[in-house]
Nanobody, 129 residues
Framework: QVQLVESGGGLVQAGGSLSLACAAS????????MGWFRQTPGKAREFVAA????????LYADSVKGRFTVSRDDAKNTVSLQMSSLKPEDTAVYYC??????????????????????WGQGTQVTVSS
């Protein structure tokens, strides 16, 4: 079983950048597909980005495409989310998620919060206007 801990959240002005990290322990991340999701009060957790277990494939929500970049470093057992050109509507708690023994890549699957087995506790990102 893998444990996930997010870090890097904080307060930033609109147009600024932040980099989130997800550190894993308990199991090598190389066996997992990884995702980032976000949630605001009263709303469902929504997909942000995902990366395949090999790192060769990435997927982004339309709302963040071209502004966010997901990457992984299996040697360090971490996954990162580089966020730039941030907007106030990006304000949310950001969660890292992992899927053990991922199935064949499918955008529908990778973009679903139900696909992932493990979740971190979340990190708050606040973008001021």
């Amino acid at each position: 079983q893998v444990q996930l801990v997010e870090s890097g959240g904080g307060l930033v002005q609109a147009g600024g950048s932040l980099s989130l990290a997800c550190a894993a322990s308990g199991h090598p991340l190389g066996h997992y597909a990884m995702g980032w999701f976000r949630q605001t009060p009263g709303k469902a957790r929504e997909f942000v980005a995902a990366i395949t277990w090999s790192g060769e494939g990435t997927l982004y929500a339309d709302s963040v495409k071209g502004r966010f970049t997901v990457s992984r470093d299996d040697a360090k057992n971490t996954v990162s989310l580089q966020m730039s050109s941030l907007k106030p509507e990006d304000t949310a708690v950001y969660y890292c998620a992992a899927r053990l023994r991922p199935t064949t890549y499918s955008p529908t699957a990778y973009g679903s919060r139900y696909y992932y087995n493990y979740w971190g506790q979340g990190t708050q990102v606040t973008v001021s206007s």
